[in-house]
C-alpha cells in the first residue's frame, strides 16, 4: 500500500526521470545518448559543474558601477606575491573580505585603508588580469571590480561605495 508521501514523491517526478527509470524502452535510450553527448562537450561540462558548485549564481550588489564580475564568484586566480605563489581562495582563509589589487594601483589601496580594520589588502601579480582590482567578500563573491586600465577617477568612487555599503562608513 503506497502511503501519502510516496504518492506524493511519485507524482513530482520530471518525465525525464520517469523514462531513465524504464530502462531499455527508446525514451530512455535517446534520454541517455543526450546526456552522454552533453558530458564530451566542455562547455557544457563546464556549466553543469557551475551549476553543481553553485558558482553560476550571480547576486545583486549595491550601488550604479557594475563590473561583469560583480556579483559573480571571483575567479580563484594563481597570484604572484612578494611572499610567493599564493590564490584568492588561500587569501580567503582568514573569512575576512580582501582588496585584491592586481595592477599595483596604490590609490586603490589608499581608499582601503579607512576600513583596514575590517579587511585585509594584497597586492598581487596573475597571468590573466580579469580587472585592475578586485573587492572580494568573504564569502567569495565579488563586491566590486576596477576595470583593465579603468580611471583613477571612474574607480574610486564606486570602490568607496562599495568599501560603505558592505562595511559602514569609515
Given at each position: ?14 518525465r ?54 560583480t ?61 585592475d582590482?578586485?573587492?572580494?567578500r568573504?564569502?567569495?563573491h ?22 560603505s555599503?558592505?562595511?559602514?562608513t569609515?
Open positions: 500500500m503506497a502511503t501519502a508521501s510516496t504518492r506524493c514523491s511519485a507524482n513530482t517526478h520530471t525525464a526521470q520517469v523514462a531513465l527509470r524504464r530502462g531499455h524502452d527508446a525514451a530512455a535510450e535517446a534520454l541517455r545518448d543526450v546526456f552522454a553527448e552533453l558530458l564530451t562537450d566542455e562547455q557544457s561540462l563546464r556549466r553543469m559543474g557551475a551549476l553543481v558548485a553553485g558558482t553560476d549564481i550571480r547576486f545583486p550588489m549595491p550601488g550604479s558601477h557594475h563590473h561583469p564580475l556579483g559573480t564568484f571571483a575567479p580563484d586566480l594563481a597570484l604572484h606575491t612578494d611572499h610567493g605563489v599564493t590564490s584568492v581562495a588561500d587569501l580567503l582563509h582568514t573569512a575576512r573580505p580582501v582588496l585584491l589589487d592586481l595592477a599595483d594601483r596604490p590609490e586603490l589601496r589608499q581608499i582601503a585603508r579607512d576600513w583596514r580594520h575590517l579587511l585585509d589588502v594584497h597586492t598581487a601579480k596573475t597571468d590573466d588580469r580579469p580587472a582590482a578586485l573587492l572580494i568573504p564569502d567569495g565579488v563586491a566590486w571590480a576596477a576595470g583593465l586600465d579603468e580611471s583613477t577617477d571612474s574607480a574610486m568612487p564606486p570602490l568607496r561605495e562599495a568599501l555599503a558592505w562595511f559602514g569609515p
